[in-house]
């Protein structure tokens, strides 16, 4: 039987609780698809941090090497300046473990309403691939002349042709695997920012030489948020850099049904992975077992299908359609059930 060694790290606010729902549906769908695995808890995040200070010590890093995943529920606390749970926790993971791929599904599941009027679950089925361990997130940059009025802010993104070309490459060979329209959008700003995306561009028609059953596109950025609300049904995977990728894969949860249920996974394909979903730590509903744990019940989902266990994460899959068409909203405090509910319906949809 195939064992795994998954490190938790519930982390802040409702994550604790979303953490639970999903560990339980885990629990189940292992004892039926026949596999075991191992939780390793942690406590990083806002609490820990308070107490002693530490945020993420290098010797839970080399722990972290040791895993199959990662399954993190939410970072972010308001006590908490912003920036030090987000950086010294999420995007350390991120970048240390060298997860360089955010994958963020798009998936509108039947009853879930989503804010555009006439789109149906047939619709709204793609997958933004985001570049994550460069670009802006790198933290590169200066102040000039700062607290003057000629203050001058730099912020760099940078790009290198290895980190722009193994996320190009997944893309493909995900666009390859996924099998739907087998098609392929870059999405970027080839008109503005000419060295970066002069970059990106190169090398996607580089590598497209090698998938000559994939489609190519391109769509600027500010277009394909255009498209991703028109004609949703036009995307099959998407690949673009961080910070694109950041602010679109808000637009598309927003467009399959909301921060609830929209889940995401951290990817080093020849590491350990993370797996989160990709709301915050929602302070204002902690504790009140009201916060939608569907979303990281489906990011539970995708790291069994990274795992390779790809039968227990259809069995999930299935479930939570079955459950989405039973609730009133996706939306915190609105699903006409609680939190535990939703995870004991999931198990019980298995
Ligand atoms: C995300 C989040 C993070 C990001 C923040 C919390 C650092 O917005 O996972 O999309 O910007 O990547
Ligand atoms: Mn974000």
């Known amino acids: 039987m ?26 189940a769908v292992s004892k039926k698809a026949n596999f075991k695995y191992e939780k390793i808890m942690y406590d990083f995040g806002a609490e820990r941090y308070k107490k002693t200070g530490e945020v993420l010590p290098d010797s839970a890093l080399e722990e972290f090497r040791k895993v199959d995943a990662i399954y993190l529920g939410a970072v972010g606390h308001p006590d908490v300046k912003p920036g030090i749970l987000e950086k010294g926790l999420l995007l350390k993971l991120r970048f240390s473990l060298e997860q360089y791929i955010n994958l963020r599904p798009v998936k509108l599941y039947p009853g879930v309403w989503t804010p555009i009027k006439d789109k149906k679950p047939e619709d ?66 080839t008109n503005v920012l000419t060295y970066a995306w002069d970059l990106w561009e190169r ?3 580089e590598v497209a030489k090698d998938y000559p059953d994939i489609k190519t596109d391109y769509a600027h950025v500010d277009a394909a948020c255009m498209w991703m609300v028109k004609n949703p049904e036009w995307f099959d995977v998407i690949v673009t850099d961080n910070m694109f ?62 795992l390779g266990e790809e039968k227990a994460a259809n069995t999930i899959e299935k479930s939570v359609m079955k459950v989405t068409k039973k609730m009133k909203s996706m939306s915190a405090g609105k699903m006409g059930y609680s939190t535990s509910e939703i995870g004991d319906l999931v198990v019980k949809n298995l």
């Not at 793609?126 to 997130?137: K, Q």
């Not at 679109?248 to 989160?276: C, H, K, R, W, Y």
Request: charged residues 25%; proline residues 4%; glycine residues 14%.
């Open 2 to 27: 195939k064992k795994y060694k998954i490190a938790v790290i519930p982390g802040d606010g409702t994550g604790p609780e979303v953490i639970r729902e999903g560990l339980k549906v885990l629990d």
């Open 124 to 189: 709204i089925d793609f997958v933004v691939v985001r570049e994550n361990n460069e670009g802006l997130y790198v933290g590169e940059g200066e102040f000039k002349n700062k607290g003057t009025k000629d203050e001058i802010a730099l912020q760099v993104s940078r790009n290198t042709k290895k980190g722009v070309e193994r996320c190009i490459r997944y893309a493909f060979e995900y666009t390859l695997r996924r099998n739907k329209q087998k098609k392929l959008t870059l999405s970027g700003k």
């Open 203 to 205: 090398t996607f028609y």
């Open 245 to 306: 990728g950041d602010i679109i894969t808000d637009l598309g949860a927003m467009i399959q049904g909301g921060m609830g249920i929209a889940a995401g996974g951290n990817l080093n394909p020849e590491g350990v992975s993370m797996f989160e979903p990709i709301g915050g730590s929602a302070p204002k509903y902690t504790g009140k077992n009201v916060i939608n744990p569907l979303a990281a019940i489906c990011a539970g989902m995708m790291m069994l299908e990274t």
